[in-house]
């Protein structure tokens, strides 16, 4: 069973992570919690099968963002079988996400959120 790693359980924005991402979501989406955001992190322990209630936990969410050092795999597979309109933050310079680069990206996610409430 897929949980959150931190924040509430529905709100405007869900992280959502696998692998090396972790350090650099947690530490973003901690950020925002602090400065009152509502954002939470999930972070896929497995991918094959996804957590049961995953597709349940996808549609709690305003917008579901998938931050990836490669391409863009997680967020396809998640569009196509969740059907839920994920969106991708995707660097493939050889080099991580750093956690002020995706503080502003997750923010970006929480602006279009409030101005379409």
Do not use: C
Request: proline share 4%.
């Amino acid at each position: 069973e897929q949980t959150l790693d931190n924040g509430p359980e529905e709100g405007d924005v869900l992280v959502l992570g696998w692998g090396s991402t972790y350090g650099v979501i947690k530490t973003a989406v901690e950020e925002l919690l602090a400065q009152g955001h509502s954002v939470a992190h999930a972070h896929l322990r497995y991918v094959r099968p996804f957590p049961r209630n995953l597709g349940d936990m996808l549609k709690r969410y305003k917008t579901v963002l998938i931050p990836e050092i490669n391409n863009g795999q997680l967020v396809k597979i998640i569009r196509d079988l969740y059907l839920v309109d994920a969106k991708a933050y995707n660097k493939i310079m050889g080099v991580p996400i750093t956690k002020s680069e995706l503080v502003e990206e997750i923010k970006k996610h929480l602006h279009l959120t409030a101005s379409l409430s």
